[in-house]
């Protein structure tokens, strides 16, 4: 444990921009040397690259590591579901789609080819939910090699359904991608400039980077790349959003909706004392740290934006994506990532009055 002498020497003083309003912890009411021990253990990962706490709309904390600058963009890795979920919602509100739709609605050249009849019942929900019934792709190697040599809208043929609609969670990066190009079907527009009309712009967000699959969809379920910076810009509208001047981006049901708990005991490998009650509701996941229930947008390597409504609170962290890498190694860094978020809430939950 280190001193609070050690601690009141950590600096985490945000850079003051014009992209953010700047505070300090006191003044919205959190413990600096709480704040301190978090910092101080961020600088000892060695994955992580930024670590940003917005309180009250303020940002309140902010700094980088392993060579890591303000305004650099992260892959951010599974995170990217979060947002396409959001693009889901848009798309909804502007009548170009519905949840009950049907997936195979979005693929009439696919259907006379379909052989499991249980894929014509999947919906849009289902995707959302990661209730379709595609497996996860890390559960078999056949799989696993679908996941690497690179998705394409043909290749709802070739992944089975392992479950039947809206019976079971399983994490399914595919569904996200079939999510990114339903959007791209239904409005006309590929992803990443659907996006960038109806969310960067808007929030003065700017995006990066964007991988595409082998027939030009840009990726729904990953490989989108951000600074931290917006990163936290469009994690406001998940957060007490009805009190954000951009609050039109995203309904207020929305919001709800995507933060619901659909699926119970959704993540079965232990992460750490304090990752606890894993759901999912619409490409967001829900974690229990101590008593404390918050949303986590979750990406490989332990990318993640957290959502404390309590506390009207958003934290940031971005790290290594830890491309291709997967195994007992990665997962260990992951979680060393993840555990630093979590403690952090449990510790805060413990110190509210």
């Not at 950590?10 to 919205?28: K, M």
């Not at 413990?31 to 009250?56: G, H, M, P, Q, W």
């Not at 497996?135 to 709802?156: M, Q, V």
Request: a negative charge; charged letters at 25%; glycine letters at 6%.
């Amino acid at each position: 444990m280190p001193s609070e002498e050690e601690l009141r020497s950590v600096s985490y003083t945000p850079l003051v921009q014009e992209d953010w309003p700047v505070s300090t912890p006191a003044e919205q009411g959190i413990d600096s040397l709480l704040l301190a021990k978090l910092y101080y253990k961020a600088t000892r990962l060695e994955t992580t690259f930024s670590l940003l706490v917005i309180k009250n709309g303020f940002l309140i904390a902010e700094d980088y590591f392993n060579g890591a600058t303000t305004g650099q963009k992260y892959n951010l890795q599974s995170v990217t579901k979060s947002f396409t979920s959001a693009l889901v919602g848009i798309a909804i509100e502007q009548g170009y789609l519905a949840l009950e739709d049907k997936m195979m609605n979005y693929f009439p050249e696919l259907k006379d080819q379909v052989r499991d009849e249980r894929k014509f019942d999947i919906t849009i929900e289902h995707l959302l939910q990661m209730r379709a019934g595609f497996a996860w792709e890390e559960s078999s190697d056949e799989l696993f090699e679908i996941l690497y040599t690179g998705f394409r809208p043909s290749t709802i043929l070739q992944i089975p359904l392992t479950a039947d609609p809206g019976t079971k969670f399983q994490y399914s990066n595919f569904s996200a991608h079939l999510l990114g190009i339903i959007i791209t079907r239904s409005t006309g527009k590929d992803l990443k400039t659907f996006a960038e009309q109806e969310l960067a712009y808007p929030l003065g967000i700017e995006i990066g980077k964007w991988i595409k699959d082998w027939e030009a969809y840009y990726l729904g379920f990953a490989e989108l790349h951000l600074s931290a910076r917006d990163l936290a810009k469009f994690a406001l509208l998940y957060l007490n959003e009805e009190k954000q001047d951009s609050a039109q981006l995203v309904s207020k049901q929305w919001v709800f909706d995507s933060l619901q708990r659909y699926s119970e005991d959704a993540w079965q490998y232990r992460v750490g004392r304090n990752f606890k009650d894993i759901g999912y509701g619409y490409q967001w996941w829900s974690i229990r740290a101590d008593d404390q229930f918050y949303n986590l947008a979750w990406g490989h390597g332990g990318q993640q934006i957290a959502l404390l409504e309590k506390q009207n609170m958003v934290i940031v962290l971005t790290a290594d994506p830890l491309r291709a890498q997967h195994g007992g190694g990665p997962w260990r860094i992951e979680k060393a990532n993840l555990n630093l978020i979590a403690d952090f809430i449990a510790e805060l939950s413990k110190s509210a009055p």
